[in-house]
Nanobody
Framework: QVQVVESGGGFVQPGGSLTLSCVVSGLDFSRYSIDWFRQTPGQGREWAAGIDLDGVKTYYAQFVKGRFTISRNNAANTVTLRMDNLKVEDTAVYYC??????WGEGTQVTDSS
């Protein structure tokens, strides 16, 4: 059974930093691209960042480019999303997706100002 588990969310002030983690089990992790999405109340999920199978290629939505960094450790079945210079509008539930089908339950990031 495939499990995708996000962690690392919390309260953060504008300008602060937070690192999210996504641990995937139950599949051959190194054969799956990983993406992070986010969703605010009343809005659909929007794609934020992605990483290819071996972590060489990374992709970012314009609204996070230069502030967020995605990376992966295939030995640990983990992808991290480092978020710097956070803005109020980054408040959302952040979801990790493995491949095209496997989603986690999300982790909440909230502005604490």
């Amino acid at each position: 059974q495939v499990q995708v588990v996000e962690s690392g969310g919390g309260f953060v002030q504008p300008g602060g930093s937070l690192t999210l983690s996504c641990v995937v089990s139950g599949l051959d992790f190194s054969r799956y691209s990983i993406d992070w999405f986010r969703q605010t109340p009343g809005q659909g999920r929007e794609w934020a960042a992605g990483i290819d199978l071996d972590g060489v290629k990374t992709y970012y939505a314009q609204f996070v480019k230069g502030r967020f960094t995605i990376s992966r450790n295939n030995a640990a079945n983990t992808v991290t999303l480092r978020m710097d210079n956070l803005k109020v509008e980054d408040t959302a539930v952040y979801y990790c997706k493995a491949g095209v089908s496997y989603w986690g339950e999300g982790t909440q990031v909230t502005d604490s100002s």
